[in-house]
T-cell receptor
Framework: NAGVTQTPKFQVLKTGQSMTLQCAQD?????MYWYRQDPGMGLRLIYYSASEGTTDKGEVPNGYNVSRLNKREFSLRLESAAPSQTSVYFC????????????FGDGTRLSIL | AQSVTQPDIHITVSEGASLELRCNYSYGATPYLFWYVQSPGQGLQLLLK??????LVQGIKGFEAEFKRSQSSFNLRKPSVHWSDAAEYFCAVGSNDYKLSFGAGTTVTVRA
């Protein structure tokens, strides 16, 4: 998906380590989102950013922080990783009409030991 | 609180046969409704969406969905399935408030 790029694609961490997941878009959309996907649970919203400079909590924000430095980039940070944060993380972007995700990246598969 | 139920965890269908995936939602007002498809190892791709107007919505890849307010449903259909339609399908509900709720997904297997 050339429109939404996530890095890295895979990562293994030890409990207590920190890391930042990066997301960049070239679609010029205002809203950006971070979701986590766990088996049998669909996708759950962690944080979203309605526009550059704003961020808000979603359904499962605990243990995460985000940063929307500019219109293109929206990063997700795990300050002290826990095994419960093992998941697949998706970044998405959305248009201004629906204010909902329209395009997704390919995901970051994160394992925490 | 809004929620989505996809009653079928897994569906197997023969290539060329029709497909219908069920989606029931709970929402206080007129919802925005979405269907997404996810192939293994990939992100989600938007198939179609309903905001208002005609309750029969056409999407990409030959899919359509019908919004039935009286039944709180938004079922996805395809008349003739191709092997490439094997994937996981997610229904989602929300409004224009950035907070979309997803169902748990239905996995579709296509047999030759």
């Amino acid at each position: 998906n050339a429109g939404v790029t996530q890095t890295p694609k895979f990562q293994v961490l030890k409990t207590g380590q920190s890391m930042t997941l990066q997301c960049a878009q070239d679609m010029n959309h205002n809203s950006m989102y971070w979701y986590r996907q766990d088996p049998g649970m669909g996708l759950r919203l962690i944080y979203y950013s309605a526009s550059e400079g704003t961020t808000d909590k979603g359904e499962v924000p605990n243990g995460y922080n985000v940063s929307r430095l500019n219109k293109r980039e929206f990063s997700l940070r795990l300050e002290s990783a826990a095994p419960s944060q093992t998941s697949v993380y998706f970044c998405a972007v959305g248009d201004s009409y629906s204010n909902q995700p329209q395009h997704f990246g390919d995901g970051t598969r994160l394992s925490i030991l | 609180a809004q929620s989505v139920t996809q009653p079928d965890i897994h569906i197997t269908v023969s290539e060329g046969a029709s497909l219908e995936l069920r989606c029931n939602y709970s929402y206080g007002a007129t919802p925005y409704l979405f269907w997404y498809v996810q192939s293994p190892g990939q992100g989600l791709q938007l198939l179609l969406k309903y905001f208002s107007g005609d309750t029969l919505v056409q999407g990409i890849k030959g899919f359509e969905a019908e919004f039935k307010r009286s039944q709180s449903s938004f079922n996805l259909r395809k008349p003739s399935v191709h092997w490439s339609d094997a994937a996981e399908y997610f229904c989602a509900v929300g409004s224009n408030d950035y907070k979309l709720s997803f169902g748990a997904g239905t996995t579709v297997t296509v047999r030759a």
